[in-house]
């Protein structure tokens, strides 16, 4: 029975030394309890944990267990890598290469480089490298690449009208034995195109010779427009006298030389080319006899020429119409003057033709044109109404001339309403005179004159 109580004894005195050490830590059994002691451990070995990121904060544990955190600055790795002083403990803590050795710079700020000199040394050196010039070469065109690259060049200029743009960009490009087609595929593409096209491609030809093209060159264009005239016929029947009228012209403008046309005296052919060249040797025998000017031998046409040249045009057009009665014909004469952007004008010279004739012939035949040229979509909407807009705006001037012109307003805006000319809302945006009003004394009820 003494053996076995010894055996407890002890063995109660194991257990009570396990339990004053928990994590390596003595304690107190009759000052503290258990569950206190195990949160110290815990927040000791969590402190432990991060001591390598947090070494520099100076964290520490008070008496009640709280971390406290010191007031020193941490020290992050990139606080060093923003830092340019050497780490090696040596020098006067100044940059680095002098401030050039950062990450994307060539070298210290102002710093010239020499040429670098060749090595005679060197294992990959040449002899025949020191004399080399490297130049950029541009591969000339050939006859498929020249169609794609100049044929865009052409139909732009059509658009803007600029020759010198063309000739620059013609310029950057190695033509070769291409430059001789460079007229004639100008000319070819305006065979197809409108009058302006026209004359703008004789006004191309004359800034390209001597700049990118040469006389020879235009002349051996015009050979071999002469010789394709039956396949050019096939897409526009009028090519010869088109050609011809491009003949002319460049013997006029001194790019073809006048023995051109003399040269094919008894030796030509083709019906077609025939007709080409008689038709330049009369419009040049006419310049000389009763002074005919090339400028205008394409006729009149595009946005290129002046206001007041179109706003004669305009009334001339109109007049003829009036003498004429033909619809058709004025529909067609407004399609070549080829300023859909200007049709406002021609609106706004048909309604002061209306107010200034004070007939109704005038009135129904004006009517008719506007009518006939809206619903074929050659004037558009908006032109029609900035046209009215124009007239109602300048009306105060037009009463000066013509007294009675608001009630003719008035009326005519009326009547193309009803016939679906113009809508209801620039109907209603058509002034008119104030009403007259009652003398407001001794008038005997008499209206103000």
């Known amino acids: 029975i003494i053996k076995e109580n010894e055996e407890i004894t002890t063995d ?6 396990v339990n004053n050490e928990i994590n390596g ?6 000052t503290g309890s258990i ?3 195990r949160l110290k451990a815990k927040v000791k070995r969590r402190l432990r944990k991060n001591s390598s990121r947090d070494s520099g904060r100076g964290d520490s544990l008070s008496d009640n267990g709280d971390v406290v955190r010191s007031v020193v600055p941490p020290t992050s790795p990139k606080g060093k890598l923003l830092n340019r002083r050497s780490r090696m403990g040596k020098g006067r803590g100044l940059p680095k290469k002098g401030g050039a050795g950062g990450k994307g710079v060539w070298g210290s700020p102002g710093e010239v480089y020499d040429e670098d ?10 002899v025949e490298q020191e004399n080399c010039v490297y130049e950029t070469v541009v591969l000339p065109l050939d006859g498929e690449t020249f169609e794609k690259t100049v044929t865009p060049i052409v139909q732009e200029y059509f658009e803007h009208g600029d020759a010198n743009e063309v000739a620059e960009l013609l310029a950057e490009l190695n033509l070769g034995s291409m430059r001789g087609d460079v007229p004639m595929l100008a000319v070819s593409l305006a065979l197809e195109a409108k009058a302006s096209h026209r004359e703008l491609t004789s006004r191309l030809l004359s800034k390209l010779c001597g700049r990118v093209l040469t006389a020879a060159d235009v002349e051996a264009s015009f050979h071999k427009l002469l010789k394709e005239l039956p396949d050019l016929v096939l897409d526009t029947p009028g090519a010869p006298q088109m050609l011809g009228q491009f003949i002319a012209r460049a013997v006029a403008d001194n790019i073809l030389p006048k023995s051109f046309i003399d040269g094919y005296k008894g030796r030509v052919d083709s019906e077609y080319a025939r007709a080409a060249l008689d038709r330049a040797a009369v419009l040049l025998r006419m310049s000389r006899w009763t002074g005919l000017r090339f400028d205008s031998l394409w006729g009149s046409g595009g946005g290129q020429r002046p206001v007041n040249q179109l706003i004669k045009e305009v009334n001339l057009l109109l007049k003829e119409f009036l003498l004429s009665g033909d619809t058709v014909e004025a529909e067609r004469c407004l399609r070549e003057l080829e300023v859909p952007h200007f049709h406002h004008e021609f609106v ?5 033709m209306v107010l200034e004739s004070k007939g109704d012939r005038t009135l129904q035949m004006i009517l008719q044109l506007l009518k006939s040229l809206c619903a074929s979509t050659v004037i558009t909407v908006d032109q029609l109404r900035r046209g009215f807009e124009r007239v109602y705006l300048d009306m105060a001037d037009l009463s000066i001339d013509v007294p009675c012109a608001y009630s003719l307003l008035e009326q005519f805006v009326e009547q193309s309403f009803n016939a679906g000319v113009i809508d209801k809302k620039l109907r209603d945006l058509c002034p ?5 009003r009652f ?3 001794g008038d005997g009820g008499r209206l103000k004159l």
């Not at 706004?348 to 002061?352: C, D, G, H, K, L």
């Open 12 to 17: 109660n005195t194991f257990t009570g030394n």
């Open 25 to 30: 830590n003595w304690i107190s059994a009759p």
């Open 35 to 37: 569950h206190e002691a």
């Open 117 to 126: 000199e060749v090595d005679v040394k060197d294992p990959n050196y040449d």
């Open 348 to 352: 706004y010279e048909a309604v002061i």
């Open 432 to 436: 008119c005179r104030g009403r007259k």
């Open 439 to 441: 003398i407001s004394e």
